[in-house]
């Protein structure tokens, strides 16, 4: 049989760095675990414009519907502003989305121990949390029709539209519920059925796919709104939080903010199965390019890393090896390495993105 094959699509700004650091993982795999993988690379965002005019040429389209899984480090920055929006590197990403069907997008925010001081919110708050916000990916108003400027009397007029089909929401409920009962069995749905007839709908279908297939999963629903207040007041009241694509993007920005560090978070954007049972699936961390820091070997490359640890539990079904990759994570920070958007405490000096490569490296040969 062959190896699993994985694509690699480092994109823009901080990209390349921290994707370098998980090429060595990977390699890691094929050398001490008998797992190897056939990787092979190409451009997404600028890089791909710069070299293509386009943020995603239809080749690598192509490729990355054929491969076991898509692994992304991030798409933009200022040079690429000012291009027209057809053409934005982010437009890219949402391609990838959208033609792969990636519906059900998985965001962990987890606090790690040795971390919960750099919580804006107090300790005892953030300890030991361990949520799942599952936002919906591929629909509601980041692609609804009609959409776009128009001309209106003598203004112009910008519309987007929340669009929800019952059969979308279903599935990404079940993609929900089926964590749940591998985690804490508890999901809470958020929209805004208040205001929204989106929202409504939402609500009604979550519901009906509790009701009629996962009763045992304990439900609870929530405006958006108060989700994000709750989020913020006792955010371990959380297991799983199912949302649609918008405020899931509002919503898992913050609760990765209260893990105290946007450069530790992964996430799996997950479609329906292949002929080989393997879902479609695109892995990226949450951290954007950060352009202000690219090429200066800063950046942290945790969240890439661990993006890669869910394509190993979620695309290849190898939990336990995933898990010796997070844990291997977990014992670098214990030991105090830390990439510089990690410092506060006093006397250390941070590793760079190699460094913190080679430590989680080292840290997987203690593993064995
Ligand atoms: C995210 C990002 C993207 C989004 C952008 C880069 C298009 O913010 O993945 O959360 O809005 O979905
Ligand atoms: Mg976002």
Redesign the pocket.
């Known amino acids: 049989m062959s190896n699993p094959s994985i694509l690699i699509l480092p994109g823009d700004g901080i990209g390349p760095e921290v994707m370098a650091e998980v090429r060595k993982i990977i390699s890691w795999y094929g050398d001490n675990r008998d797992l190897a993988f056939d990787v092979s690379e190409d451009l997404v965002g600028g890089a791909a414009y710069d070299a293509h005019g386009t943020p995603l040429h239809d080749d690598t389209m192509a490729k990355a519907q054929e491969v076991d899984a898509v692994l992304l480090g ?3 920055g200022p040079k690429y502003d000012n291009l027209d929006f057809s053409v934005k ?3 890219g ?2 391609r990838l ?1 959208k033609e792969m069907d990636l519906f059900a ?1 998985l ?1 962990p925010a987890q606090c790690f121990d040795a971390l919960a001081d750099f919580s804006s919110l107090k300790k005892d708050v953030v300890a030991g949390l361990d949520i799942m916000i599952v ?1 919906e ?1 591929t629909s509601g108003i ?1 692609f609804g029709e009609p959409r776009g400027i128009f001309e209106e009397g003598n203004e112009r007029v910008g519309i987007n539209t929340q669009r929800y089909t019952e059969s979308e929401i279903e599935r990404v409920a079940r993609s929900a519920f089926e964590l749940a009962r591998r985690r804490g069995n508890k999901v809470c749905s958020m929209e805004k059925a208040n205001v929204m007839e989106s929202g409504i709908l939402w609500r009604e279908v979550v519901q009906k796919v509790h009701d009629e297939e996962y009763a045992d999963v304990e439900l609870s629903h929530m405006y958006a709104d108060a989700g994000a207040m709750q989020l913020c007041r006792w955010p371990k009241q959380f297991d799983v939080i199912v949302t649609d ?2 405020f ?2 509002l919503l ?2 913050a609760a990765a903010m209260l893990t105290g560090s946007l450069g530790m978070l992964p ?1 799996a954007s997950l479609g329906a199965p292949m002929a080989n049972g393997r879902p479609k699936a695109l892995y ?1 961390p ?1 951290h ?1 390019s950060a352009p202000d820091i690219a090429g200066e070997g800063k950046a942290n490359p945790i969240a890439c890393a661990l993006s890669f640890a869910m394509a190993l539990r979620y695309s290849f079904d190898q939990g336990a090896e995933a898990d010796r990759l997070e844990q291997a994570v977990e014992k670098v920070l214990a030991d105090g390495v830390r990439t510089a958007d990690l410092l506060g405490e006093e006397g250390v000096t941070p590793v760079s993105t190699s460094e913190m490569g080679d430590a989680i490296i080292a840290a997987l040969n203690e593993s064995l």
């Open positions: 991030a798409v933009g590197p982010e437009r990403l949402l989305r997008n965001r936002r990916l980041y694509n918008l899931g993007d898992s920005d996430s990226e949450v954007g």
